[in-house]
């Protein structure tokens, strides 16, 4: 049987994985990335953290496999860390799990598994591999449970990274992965998921700003939409679009922010229902289940990992563009994040929100 890197997490999705292919009789090797800063902190919780590489050890001790510590530290700052901080500094909204697949796990651990002599990688997401029979294109599928999908995460990647890749939880649900992981007398069957962001400690974003970049806390003005001056934000770094909380305003009526200025580090603010929106334009495009399309194409859309997709359409434009329109308007559509696009199961693609006030403008 074909030779296989697992990353291992330490968590339990990832050693299930792990444990099903050995199951299957491939050649396994497991290995978990070393990517945690040095300043410490994340390195005491996390999936990349010190405890998860000790339970993803005693797990391949189990499983009877070879099982490695890599030092990504230099890609992960590089590719991720970096990337959060720059984003923010923006006025945009990063997706790190996105950055990290993109550029660690699909990537450079995908060229370190070939030294390896794997042919495939292996992760513990919940998500499909498939292939199209007319078209002969890999398909990247939604995993079977709604609520454990990561598909949208998935988005970047290659035709040639998904004929590599194995998903072996794609078709379970999370209860029955425990349950499997709990038979198999796997350590990890009831460990926590973790939810934080892996570096930064104890999900303090904040804070982790303030301390790789002082400058981000310059304060700057608040204004209306008819930009009237209400007040001062301590950095445009520490704000989304559709957030409320820290503002301080002293208005009797709840406000939120409607757009992030960066030119003139000012915060745009106003009532909910200014958030809506229905377009956007998309950059850095990867397409999976077609090639680029050159005509509108009808999908379903999400713009946030933990959103429903709704009903849009595709528009392409030029140079590695396209205009995302909803058939209704959208709360907060943040530059920054993800736009993910589908057609039933299959995700056709996406890219990275990159501009509002562009896309509303040629809405149609």
């Not at 598994?113 to 292939?131: D, K, N």
């Not at 590695?320 to 308007?329: G, K, M, T």
């Not at 959208?330 to 920054?336: D, F, L």
Request: aromatic residues 8%; contains cysteine; proline residues 6%.
């Amino acid at each position: 049987m074909p030779r296989v890197v697992v990353a291992m997490s330490g968590g339990v999705d990832s050693s299930l994985a792990a444990a099903l292919l050995v199951e299957q009789g491939y050649e396994v090797i497991g290995v978990t990335l070393q990517l945690w800063p040095d300043e410490g902190g994340s390195s005491q919780r996390g999936c990349c953290s010190l405890s998860a590489v000790e339970d993803a050890r005693r797990v391949a001790g189990k499983l009877g496999i070879p099982y490695y510590v890599l030092n990504f530290r230099d890609i992960f700052a590089e590719t991720v860390i970096a990337d959060f901080v720059r984003e923010y500094r923006r006025g945009r909204t990063p997706n790190p799990c996105v950055r990290c697949n993109q550029h660690v796990k699909f990537a450079a651990l995908r060229q370190r598994a070939r030294q390896l002599g794997a042919e495939f990688l292996a992760t513990g997401h919940y998500a499909r591999v498939s292939t199209d029979p007319e078209s002969g294109r890999y398909l990247l599928l939604r995993g079977v449970d709604a609520a454990k999908d990561q598909s949208y995460a998935l988005y970047t990647l290659t035709q040639e990274q998904l004929a590599s890749t194995l998903f072996p939880l794609g078709g379970m649900t999370k209860a029955e992965t425990r349950c499997r992981a709990a038979a198999l007398g796997l350590g990890v069957a009831t460990k926590r998921d973790s939810q934080e962001i892996c570096f930064v400690p104890e999900d303090d974003y904040a804070g982790f700003l303030r301390r790789r970049e002082p400058a981000v806390a310059t304060p700057g003005p608040i204004v209306d939409q008819q930009g009237n001056v209400l007040g001062e934000h301590p950095g445009i770094a520490f704000f989304t679009l559709g957030q409320k909380r820290g503002l301080r305003l002293p208005v009797p009526h709840p406000l939120y922010v409607l757009e992030i200025r960066p030119e003139t580090n000012t915060l745009v603010v106003g009532p909910e229902e200014a958030l809506r929106q229905r377009a956007c334009v998309v950059t850095d495009l990867n397409w999976i289940s077609v090639a680029a399309p050159q005509v509108e194409l009808e999908v379903t859309a999400k713009v946030r990992y933990n959103m429903e997709d709704q009903a849009a359409v595709v528009r392409p434009l030029a140079e590695d563009q396209a205009q995302l329109v909803f058939d209704e308007p959208q709360r907060a559509i943040t530059p920054g994040q993800a736009a993910v696009f589908y057609q039933g199961d299959r995700v056709v693609g996406g890219g990275t929100v990159q501009s509002l006030r562009l896309a509303e403008a040629q809405t149609g």
